[in-house]
């Protein structure tokens, strides 16, 4: 198995299954748990004796053109695990911003409602 390692996560290439030749790609997060991101499938071509890697997301999108450079796949494989971090990196920073606002509103509420409360004590 292959590793290549990005930031605190790492891209894994397992062996080729022997029945359908398809190398699966996972990542390691930082708990140390996987997650699958792709699969790669290898084509023989039939007799000849070149051989050329297919390599797709989990949803089956292509992420580059057939190609006999493995090489290149695992560059396409970390390009997209950035990606990935990435994206959640910014969908962490917007929930949080979500968070921020509700607290914000809620401290506002509780500030109007702490005033009122002073202004009926202090009328009676």
Known sequence: ???????????????????????????????????PIGQIYADFGEGTDSMQYYSSTLTGEELLPPTADFIDIEREFEKSLRYIEQRSFENGIAEKMEEYERRNEEVQELRQTKTKAIHKVLKR
């Open 1 to 35: 198995m292959n590793d290549v390692t990005i930031n605190e996560s790492r891209v894994k290439f397992s062996a080729p299954d022997s029945k359908t030749n398809i190398i699966k790609v996972t990542r390691t997060l930082p708990d140390g748990t996987e997650e």
